[in-house]
């Protein structure tokens, strides 16, 4: 046993490996000061939270308090790995600024307050909007941070009970792309990829993700194999100098927003230089000609000129890719964020389409989430979707719904999508939408264009409850807040990218008067008097595991079928990946084996759009495109992003992640040791744009957009020319006085922009045009941004980040391999 810092590490030590081998396990292990192993009562099973990997772990429970953590060496995610934000992010939970009361707004100010006060508040508006203005008044925003009990639960209130069509997730923003690009490719959600990919690949292609910072664990797997026997070849495309792209054989750093054009001429390449499985493409593939016809447009030349890139680079990694003999792609927010999000999503799909590459150990798609529970989320029918991948536009599968929940069709509502949040707020700022019910998101720092996200939340007329865990930007504007029990304090079920569904137990009891998710939601249906069809309570259920059972008859013969899994068989497991059913007891490790698809027109959960304008295809459409369910092979056009540099805002401005800080910091900002590596916001400029303007590391910055301003200090780093970059962590709720009116800000989301991918729904971070000017120069401070990561500085007088001795991480090499884990 030895320990290292793992603020300063925050990858820890390698154990390399090679293809084909199994990844060795390497238990970490972070306790409280004084708190030794032998001294912990009890170990309770769950996995991370902080991100969408899953790595499961044992929360470490003394006297009825959490005092630590262990990764699980059994588990088939991490194999004992943690990364520090689950290391050192679990302290939040005994934080003094939990909210323990249920709070109302009287006379202006948020008082303290009893539940049944609260609740019935809460009801008694619900049931006024009902009458006044029917079920179209009320709406939902959730997260992808409850567990999937919570997520089924509320589906079937909003969906079955209320008949809003509101509901959407925090999901919207985070990787609803993910969702709608596996449906056009594939007419279903689902990751067609496993993990166990990167112990096979010979090629890892990463499409705007920083997995180094964003899933630490997943990425060491990755550096395992980097140092072992045949490591793999990397390509990295994303216009920072990640530490991603630091370990690549091609770093592509493409102008923000021209995903689409690049991917098409890396498939120009592919389709000139036959690279395609045609035997493959033959059997089980539609649309592959419209795909060669529209890439002919795309010439490496003319696709290095609107990216931006060295025409050589194009073809080194069209070679790469063309010629990988067991590809594995992952896709995030650099694609998704963006105008063109889906359209240059599903040219990743397309790369493993025409190659064959699907459905074989090393050939994999992560269209990536981003939250832990995301996945759920969409399954369960909470954000824009129906329950169990049901298909909104085909009745019987809506009929199929409405048996399930004992409901007549006509109850669900289905004659459009569930309306995305975008939409909602728009729905808010015209006063159709009058009651707005937000759980687990902080939308007042992490939508777009917060000066208008905030006046539109502190309208009179809108009825804001927020069930929260602390007292956020957005629970400071609402009406009604309640105090919500958190991971550790509550039972339930969720899943990670790879299909992979851990069971997360209750450690430690929640503080004061705080109640689970559920127990929130199960009142709500009481106190509304919610019922089926036959006068039957609707919600049939009144704890997790009952409301999982239920669940997993919701699922039956779906693509996510759940049947065969239970608690029991959960608990001690090493997580186990969906389908899991009769033929499946042990779950699925891949997916779209032999050319198998869920596209069936009777079957498929969407009938796709079109890229373009993200226009719906009908029934008939899809039958003519797609009559025997074979994968779809899409192509796009490039356009340009909206909102593109001009004299006044000559650069174009990124927004994204540190490796040390979970979205609006309400959990890692409350760690000392993850707050003390990245303290404060910064702006992220190359040494070229920063001499061309007479500014150095640590000058303190105003950064401006149409939409507003913020300071922050300069970082000048590996960045591409002509683009700046500001993590969107840092709201106000640690700052005293929190954010006055004419104060300049700090929230990266005062910058950017009212606009979305039209087909995924998706909102813009990545591009927006802005300009940067001198307010005070450092003064010899650099910038309070982590050395560790993309933002390394250039300068070699900055002090290395580190975490000292509260930050050390026991760590166990164990030479046995993870038992059970595949
Ligand atoms: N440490 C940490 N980890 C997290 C989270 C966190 O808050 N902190 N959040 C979790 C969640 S919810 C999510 S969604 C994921 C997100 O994980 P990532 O997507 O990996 O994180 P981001 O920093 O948002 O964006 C990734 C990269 O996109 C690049 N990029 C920007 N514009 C473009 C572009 O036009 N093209 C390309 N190719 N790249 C571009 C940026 O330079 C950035 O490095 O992380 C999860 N994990
Ligand atoms: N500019 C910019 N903006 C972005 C992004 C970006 O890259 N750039 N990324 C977007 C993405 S991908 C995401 S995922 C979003 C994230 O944005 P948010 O979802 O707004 O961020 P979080 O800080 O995770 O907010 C979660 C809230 O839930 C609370 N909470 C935690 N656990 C529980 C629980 O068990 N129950 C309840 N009821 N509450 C709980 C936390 O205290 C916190 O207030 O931000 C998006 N916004
Ligand atoms: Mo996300």
Known sequence: MRTTDRIAEPWGERTPYGPGDPWPVRVDTRLADGVEPEDVDRWVQSATILHSNGDGLDIAVKDGEIVGVRGRAEDRVNHGRLGPKDLFGWQANASPDRLTRPLVREGGELVETDWDTAMGRIVARSKELLAEQGPSALGFYTTGQLFLEEYYTLGLIAHGGLGTDHVDGNTRLCTATAAAALKESFGCDGQPGSYTDIDHADVIALYGHNMAETQTVLWTRILDRLEGPNPPKVICVDPRETPVARHATVHLAPRPGTNVALMNGILHEIVQNDWVDHEYVDAHVVGFQELAERVKEYPPEKVATICDVPVEQIREAARVLGTAERLLSTVLQGFYQAN???????QVNNVHIVRGMLGKPGCGILQMNGQP???????????????????????????????????????????????????????????????????????????????????????????????????????????????????????????????TVHYSGKAVEPPGEARSDLDIFLDYARRMDLRDKDGAPLVKWNDPESAFEAWKECSRGRPCDYTGMSYDKLKGSGGIQWPCNDENPDGSERIYVDGKFWAAPDYCESYGRDLLTGAPLSQTEYKAMNPDGKAIVKAA??????????????????????????????????????????????????????????????????????????????????????????????????????????????????????????????????TAAATVSLVERSGGTPAPAPTTTGSRPLSPDVPPTTGGPDAQVRVDLQTATAGGAR
């Open 340 to 346: 063109q999000a889906t359209a240059a999503a599903v």
């Open 373 to 499: 529970t995301a996945q759920n989320t969409r399954e369960c029918g909470a954000d824009g979707d129906l329950a169990a991948f049901r298909n909104w536009t085909n009745d019987a599968q809506v009929a199929d719904l409405a048996r399930v929940w004992n409901l007549d069709p006509m109850d669900i509502p289905h004659y459009s999508p569930p309306t995305h949040v975008m939409q909602q707020l728009r729905y808010i700022e015209e006063g159709s939408l009058r009651f707005w019910w937000v759980q687990a998101t902080n939308p007042a720092v992490s939508l777009p264009e917060l000066a208008r996200v905030r006046s539109l939340l502190s309208q009179d007329r809108l009825f804001l409850v927020v069930q929260d865990i602390f007292l956020s930007e957005t629970a400071q504007l609402a009406d009604v807040v309640l105090p919500a029990a958190t991971w550790g304090e509550k039972e339930g079920t969720f899943t990670n990218v790879d299909r």
């Open 637 to 766: 056009e490039y356009v340009p992003p909206h909102e593109i540099p001009s004299e006044d805002f000559p650069l174009q401005l990124m927004t994204g992640r540190t490796l040390y800080h979970f979205h609006t910091r309400t959990k890692t900002g409350r760690a000392p040791q993850l707050q003390a590596a990245a303290p404060e916001v910064w702006v992220e400029m190359s040494a070229h744009d920063a001499e061309l303007r007479g500014l150095a590391e640590g000058d303190l910055l105003e950064v401006a957009t149409p939409r507003g301003s913020l300071r922050a200090r300069l970082r000048v780093c590996g960045i591409r020319r002509g683009t700046i970059f500001v993590p969107f962590h840092y709201g106000y709720w640690d700052r005293p006085g929190g954010h006055e009116p004419d104060e300049a800000g700090r929230a990266a989301n005062e910058l950017t922009i009212t606009d979305w991918d039209a087909c995924s729904k998706q909102p813009i971070f990545k």
